[in-house]
């Protein structure tokens, strides 16, 4: 799937998101977290729901929301009297909406979004930027493989506009933010080993057999040097003794 599609994709997911997560509220009542429920074909997905007042979530922030934990001091672009924010937990499709080139995922992609609350029946809502003023959001991530020995975990920020954004993990399982957007942890994937070229297994498979041919042929060598010094040594035993006989007769 090329990048440009991945991002169209993405954003129409958070679209979807966003009505059904306004579907949950049957009878929404402010500060209560609504379980949402996913189309069939996106099984493995979680969506929830919580509409705030606007000045309470700067007053007050939330403890515990997910995953994530608000402060106070954060607040949204433009300003809206009461805001809805929207938990997303992609599960086992996070690869499929927000691949990642060179790296492994060691948690799901969790998002974080917010949008206007002053009509709960509305879709296609545009997003409000959300941000810390003072200390940063926490994502604690709960549903995490360990890293591979030797691997270094990160954070990974997606924000809405497909760019991404790296930053060291805490507590090996913390990240933080100051905006909304979509989370993970990551490792760098660790390419395979080059298998040896072809060529060069050939020349170590020759070297292999003149290790092994190079001593029998030294060792025939040596035999045949020998028996022509042995031939030569008769030869020239016989030729001597032909001489002194014919001394003798003289």
């Known amino acids: 799937m090329a990048q440009s599609d991945t991002k169209t994709s993405?954003?129409?997911?958070?679209?979807?998101?966003?009505?059904?997560?306004?579907?949950?509220?049957v009878r929404p009542r402010t500060g209560?977290?609504?379980?949402?429920?996913?189309?069939?074909?996106?099984?493995?997905?979680k969506i929830v729901a919580m509409r705030l007042r606007s000045g309470s979530l700067r007053t007050r922030g939330v403890k515990i929301y997910k995953e994530f934990g608000i402060p106070i001091g954060v607040?949204?672009?433009?300003?809206?009297?009461?805001?809805?924010l929207v938990y997303q937990n992609l599960g086992n499709w996070s690869k499929t909406y927000y691949p990642l080139r060179g790296y492994t995922y060691l948690s799901p992609v969790l998002g974080?979004?917010?949008?206007?609350?002053?009509?709960?029946?509305?879709?296609?809502?545009?997003g409000l930027e959300i941000r810390a003023s003072g200390d940063p959001l926490s994502i604690t991530f709960q549903d995490m493989m360990s890293a591979p020995a030797g691997s270094v975990a990160k954070c990974v920020r997606f924000d809405l506009h497909g760019l991404t954004n790296f930053s060291n993990a805490t507590s090996g399982n913390t990240c933080s933010t100051t905006e909304q957007g979509h989370f993970s942890i990551v490792v760098e994937?660790?390419?395979?080993s080059p298998s040896p070229s072809p060529r060069r297994e050939k020349?170590?498979?020759?070297?292999?057999?003149?290790?092994i041919v190079g001593?029998?042929?030294?060792?025939?060598?040596?035999?045949?040097?020998?028996?022509?010094?042995?031939?030569?040594?008769?030869?020239?035993?016989?030729?001597?003794k032909m001489e002194g006989e014919a001394l003798q007769m003289t």
């Open 32 to 45: 209560i977290v609504y379980n949402g429920y996913v189309p069939y074909n996106l099984t493995g997905m």
């Open 215 to 240: 001593p029998v042929l030294g060792g025939l060598a040596l035999l045949v040097l020998l028996a022509f010094l042995v031939l030569w040594l008769h030869k020239y035993k016989h030729r001597k």
């Open 112 to 126: 974080l979004l917010a949008y206007d609350a002053s009509n709960l029946t509305a879709t296609n809502l545009p």
């Open 189 to 192: 994937s660790v390419a395979p």
């Open 203 to 211: 020349k170590k498979s020759n070297s292999k057999v003149w290790i």
């Open 75 to 84: 607040t949204e672009s433009p300003y809206v009297e009461r805001l809805v």
């Open 10 to 25: 993405a954003r129409a997911l958070d679209a979807l998101f966003q009505d059904y997560a306004y579907r949950a509220f």
